[in-house]
């Protein structure tokens, strides 16, 4: 019964997407006034739909519903709630549910909210959001229907991947994919802005709150995605420049780079044709990044589902959307007046070389994660993993860091070199002065010492533009600047700690043999079973001892039995300084376990400064939207 | 008692599945003495590919062949061995695929060349945004 | 903007589109296949591990005769598959020689009294060492060598009852 609610719910969001489109269509062309009229709320009833079936699918998940075929295929009625409640969207049709309802309640909050943009841009932008929605309506409804019974029902289903029964599940796809959605919305306003030819200020302001919270979920999205994998997967990296992983980090850049310009769209209406460019690159980003994790095309630790069908259908719309967003491009992109134009050392053109060094990162990763595939196609079999990209991207990015470092220190318009030299001083010192320090005290590798300089002068930089202001009366969003960009300094300097200074230690231990790691000496006490809700573990119990004080670690090696599966289970210590890392091997037959074992110093940075740049960009949000609601309000007044 | 010796033989089991039942190799999960050796094996080995994992190095597989990949890479440089010469080995029998660091060579010079190429381009293409400098 | 330049993005997006396009409907070949095909094979020397069977190295295959090398190991379960196969091949005259990956005497010697024993020689490679020296990437995996010690062809995977023929073809044309 609430399978089929939810599938009917679904087909009439479909069927109100149709008519969505076909309403702001027929408004802009024949500028009628009745079917203007209707797109908002037609867009709010969508998106409430979408709503009520992910609701429904929900509900089917947590009731461990087995005559539902994909509830048997990713749950069991042993699992605890939460995998329950998560598991809904851990699999490919759940997942592209969760996406198309964000994609419908953000529709529905764009016609309720925007108040500012000329009508006719407005239905162009919420036309554009439906003909998205109506894709993936197409999709889910004709190559994915999560709602399809299974007959006869089985008793119990087949479980959850022991990977993914994490509270990771949880937060890492839905931030994820409101992160997409948002930049989704970025592309229809882009869209609507290319159609109605009015890419100014206006469309500007408009798009930057849904590109600042899209770009915000993002970053928690990939931190979170970071983390998971670190304390998950057992081998102690954050990292592996993975295709998954790239397809997460590609949308990011553009992202990035389009958050820059649109504020320089709003506030100067400058880079005009930029800003544009960049929305529908950072949603065409997320569409490549969806089709690859779920075709198949590339080998991947993270991907989760592979279906050369569906990839093929993802790929249709791909084409539809992208080609048809680029062909408008080049088709009225000419006819949009020029904004006003400044002079290299500005703050425009800080702006631009920023753009241009993320895109070129971003081109980098993204030929990177496609030359083997093309390789392929020739015959060739090769890979290509974090040696080209670490070599490749990373001076480019700390390039970058330099830019951030200098950009918000710049005058708009016009500016001075040498001026701009005296500004920097500090921060140069700062870089220097670190450096210095580590290559006595500490000396690390050649690009770990790069980056730890970088990163101090990057903070004393980002902190520069709040000197000598009343800290009161500064804007919110100047703070956001600040925050965000020390964010970067901060999991940069965590990035380079890791690099140079982790130590790891493999041991085959036995009980009661003292090993060491780092400043810490670990014992191994003894290996225990336990038993969990639906799995079986051999736990051992570490004590970790440091400066006469001690702790326990109980890492373990885990059994589930639906579907059959080990997973390892590391035990984590997080110390001011640093974490102390363990896991538990196998035995090795003679009264030994295997331990894995890493000290990594100040590893934690890496996910608070992704924290901070998340916050830095709350703040701009909130900051901008107080600016434009003290503005509002002073007009209505005057 | 029963549900110990039940939980033990699960931990000593071998899988359903085709795996090895015999132990690591000794040097699969074991560091090199001289930490400078490690430190090179340990490099060497975050950049060769699993031949049989989906997407994983050497170092950071528990799959018996991988181990045996990390056994081979320690001993051949505690051998006196340069990581090259390694790493050449290895793909003189796995081709190209085996390692992360693409070998500039026929195959693969637009990939090491399009960093480059983007920044030349890029540059040229945001030239024209300051074409003028003055209004 | 200049004109050209404002059709290139949707250029570089249908180069995109094609590669990825491809690679969907051609999908790529993700077998590891050896390096060393062509190559002459490399010298090992592996001592036995089933009783009253010798040991077995690389001047076995440079005897003038066309052999047939067999990675397998008595807890893969598609080699037992491929056993039927395999006695089919000896019957036909391939005379077949294997390599043990991480094995252990007694599972051997069980695995060949229930699967069948085509082997005239078979060696004990306890760390896969010989493994990677040849570039196989698993379990089984079958060589045709000539006659002077040179990889003639790889077969990657069980040996099914098609390939029979593509194999003995192959060990006649070695010589």
């Known amino acids: 019964m609430i399978a089929e609610a939810g599938l009917a719910a679904l087909w009439f969001a479909a069927a109100l997407a149709a008519l969505q489109l076909a309403m702001a269509a027929l408004g802009l062309w024949r500028g009628q006034a009745e079917p203007v009229a209707a797109v908002r709320p037609i867009a709010i009833v969508q998106g409430g739909l979408a709503a009520v079936a992910m609701a429904a699918l929900i509900a089917l998940f947590l009731a461990s519903d087995m005559s539902v075929r994909l509830v048997v295929e990713n749950s069991h009625a042993a699992k605890p709630w939460l995998y329950k409640f998560a598991g809904a969207w851990g699999n490919h049709e759940g997942s592209m549910l969760l996406w198309v309802t964000i994609l419908g309640l953000a529709g529905g909050a764009v016609a309720i909210l925007e108040r500012r943009l000329p009508e006719r841009t407005l239905i162009a932008t919420l036309g554009a959001q439906a003909g998205i929605a109506l894709g993936f309506y197409a999709f889910l409804l004709f190559a994915s229907n999560p709602f399809a019974r299974v007959s006869p029902a089985p008793a119990n289903g087949l479980g959850l991947n022991p990977l993914l029964q994490d509270p990771g599940l949880a937060f890492h796809p839905p931030t994820l994919y409101i992160g997409y959605v948002g930049i989704s919305v970025a592309f229809s306003f882009a869209v609507g802005a290319l159609v109605t030819r009015d890419v100014g200020p206006a469309f500007a302001r408009a798009m930057r709150p849904w590109v600042l919270g899209a770009w915000i979920f993002l970053t928690l999205g990939i931190t979170a995605g970071s983390y998971w994998a670190y304390y998950e997967l057992g081998w102690g990296g954050w990292w592996f420049w993975d295709p998954v992983e790239n397809a997460s980090l590609m949308p990011w850049l553009a992202a990035t780079a389009l958050l820059h310009s649109v504020t320089v769209l709003a506030t100067r209406d400058g880079l005009r044709a930029w800003t544009v460019m960049l929305a529908v690159v950072a949603f065409s980003m997320s569409m490549i990044g969806t089709f690859l994790v779920r075709s198949g095309i590339l080998t991947s630790v993270h991907a989760f589902a592979v279906d050369p069908e569906r990839g093929a259908f993802i790929l249709a719309l791909l084409a539809i959307y992208i080609g048809g967003a680029l062909a408008l491009f080049a088709a009225r992109i000419g006819t949009v007046r020029a904004g006003t134009t400044f002079s290299l050392v500005s703050r425009e053109g800080g702006l631009v070389v920023n753009n241009l060094l993320l895109s070129v990162i971003l081109g980098i990763v993204l030929i990177g994660t496609l030359y083997p595939l093309v390789a392929a196609g020739f015959g060739v079999q090769l890979s290509v993993g974090p040696p080209f990209f670490n070599k490749a991207a990373g001076p480019i990015a700390l390039a970058l860091v330099v830019a951030m470092a200098v950009g918000p220190l710049l005058r708009w318009r016009r500016d001075d070199a040498g001026a701009l030299l005296d500004r920097l001083i500090w921060p140069i010192a700062a870089a220097g002065f670190t450096g210095a320090a580590l290559v006595v005290l500490a000396p690390p590798g050649v690009l770990p010492l790069f980056g730890l300089s970088l990163a101090a002068g990057l903070a004393v930089a980002s902190v520069l533009p709040l000197v000598g202001r009343n800290l009161r009366r500064t804007p919110l969003f100047t703070w956001g600047m600040v925050v965000a960009h020390l964010g970067i300094a901060v999991s940069l300097a ?28 670990v014992k191994l006490d003894g290996i225990k079973p336990v038993v969990g809700q639906n799995w079986s573990a051999l736990e051992a119990r570490l004590s970790a001892s440091r400066d006469g004080e001690t702790m326990v670690l109980r890492p373990q090696s885990r059994y589930f039995s639906d579907p059959v599966t080990t997973t390892s289970e590391s035990a984590i210590a997080t110390e001011w300084d640093g974490q102390l890392y363990t896991v538990l091997g196998q035995a090795d037959g003679q009264g030994r376990w295997q331990l894995r074992l890493w000290w990594k110093p100040f590893v934690t940075l890496i996910w608070f400064g992704g924290v901070l740049i998340a916050l830095g960009g709350a703040l701009s949000l909130v900051g901008r939207w107080r600016r434009e609601r003290r503005i509002a309000a002073r007009e209505a007044y005057a | 008692m029963r549900r110990l010796l039940l939980l033990l033989a699960l931990a000593v089991a071998a899988p359903v599945s085709a795996d090895p039942s015999t132990p690591p190799a000794a040097l699969a999960y074991t560091q090199l003495r001289d930490p400078a050796q ?14 049989v994992c989906q997407g994983q190095s050497i170092a950071d597989s528990d799959a018996s062949m991988a181990g045996d990949m990390r056994a081979l890479v320690r001993s051949r440089i505690a051998a006196g061995e340069t990581p090259e010469a390694i790493r050449a080995w290895l793909v003189e029998r796995y081709g190209d695929y085996v390692t992360y660091d693409p070998p500039f060579g026929a195959a693969t010079w637009p990939l090491w060349l399009a960093p480059v190429a983007l920044l030349v381009i890029g540059a040229l293409i945001a030239r024209s945004s300051f074409r003028r400098t003055r209004r | 903007m200049r004109r050209w330049l404002i059709w290139t993005p949707l250029v570089l997006f249908a180069l995109l589109f094609a590669i990825v396009a491809g690679g969907l409907f051609k999908p790529a070949d993700r077998v590891v296949r050896s390096a060393l095909v062509g190559k ?7 001592p036995p591990i089933a009783p009253g069977k010798p040991g077995l190295s690389s001047a076995a295959f440079r005897q003038g005769q066309p052999r047939l090398l067999n990675i397998f190991a008595s807890w893969c379960i598609p080699c037992a598959a491929e056993s039927p196969q395999l006695v089919r091949l000896k019957a036909m005259g391939v005379p077949i020689d294997a390599i043990a990956i991480r094995d252990t005497a007694p599972a051997l010697v069980d695995f060949l009294r229930r699967n069948g024993d085509p082997y005239d020689r078979i060696g004990d490679d306890r760390q896969s060492a010989v493994q990677l020296a040849l570039g196989s990437s698993g379990v089984p995996e079958s060589f045709v060598i000539d006659g002077r010690g040179r990889i003639v062809l790889q077969h990657v995977g069980d040996i099914r009852a098609d390939d029979v023929a593509t194999i003995a073809a192959a060990i006649r044309d070695a010589k």
């Open chain 2, 38 to 51: 490690e430190a090179q094996a340990r490099d060497l080995m975050a950049t060769l590919r699993c031949v």
């Open chain 3, 40 to 46: 002459p094979l490399p010298d090992f020397t592996l």
């Open chain 1, 494 to 521: 965590g990035m380079a700690c890791d690099s140079a200074y982790t130590s790891e230690t493999l041991v085959a231990a036995a009980v009661g043999q003292p090993v060491r790691v780092g400043p810490y000496v």
